[in-house]
């Protein structure tokens, strides 16, 4: 019965108004196709730049920028209608509405995700769990490369995909036998809090130096993130 409904609504589509394709292609993001080339999204995250230099601590709030921007940093070439609802930049979105730290803390989720995959990959005595982590491993670099010109807001249902993608990831390291062969601890639970205690220190020096230099803060965040995410996966 499923299959049946897929196949006539696919089949309908040719009879679909232009209206009812953009909203079905770009209504669950809240962008408009027509304002959103390169030059569009540039102005988009020179917004998202400024929202990072006022906001560095805490960010606008989660799924914020949609109403903030217009108010605070107005978009004067996009018609004043137009619901905007993030930075077209991943990074930026979570930096704009969740601050630095957000960033920071965002950063480790996809390089450990990407890592243990990765060990699954390479190191599974299964070649069924190996070809789900390459299933899951080139869908979550396909996203991040998706959201680097284009953002899911922060708090939308359709995140609920990348979450349920995270959940699937650590399931197949426990699973795959991994875990007992290279006796690897999960997540930030290392004895030593060391992913914790980076996350402060890269935090509050990126913080500090935003109103001098916002793109080397940028580069420690991102930098920072990065190594955290690495430390996150370690050997006892």
Do not use: C
Not at 18 to 27: D, K, R, S
Not at 122 to 132: C, G, K, V
Not at 149 to 163: N, Q, R
């Amino acid at each position: 019965m499923s299959l049946l409904l897929i196949v006539v609504v696919l089949a309908s589509m040719p009879f679909w108004s232009p209206a009812h394709l953009n909203f079905l292609v770009y209504g669950a993001v809240g962008s408009d196709p027509g304002e959103m080339g390169f030059s569009g999204r540039f102005k988009l995250w020179s917004r998202a730049l400024y929202g990072i230099q006022d906001f560095p601590f805490t960010g606008m709030g989660m799924n914020a920028f949609r109403k903030v921007v217009p108010v605070l940093y107005p978009l004067f070439s996009f018609p004043y209608q137009v619901d905007v609802a993030s930075a077209h930049n991943h990074i930026l979105q979570v930096g704009v509405e969740l601050g630095i730290p957000g960033m920071v803390a965002d950063v480790p989720l996809w390089t450990s995700l990407l890592r243990l995959l990765l060990l699954v990959w390479r190191r599974s005595p299964d070649s069924d769990y190996r070809l789900i982590a390459a299933g899951l491993g080139w869908g979550l670099i396909a996203q991040f490369l998706y959201q680097m010109t284009d953002a899911i807001p922060l708090g939308a249902k359709l995140e609920i995909f990348f979450w349920v993608a995270m959940a699937l990831s650590v399931a197949v390291l426990r699973r795959s036998g991994v875990v007992e062969h290279e006796r690897l601890l999960g997540g930030f639970h290392l004895s030593d809090g060391m992913p914790l205690l980076l996350w402060l220190l890269v935090s509050f020096l990126a913080i500090w130096l935003v109103e001098e230099s916002l793109y080397t803060a940028l580069g420690i965040a991102l930098s920072g993130g990065i190594l955290i995410g690495y430390l996150a996966l370690q050997p006892k």
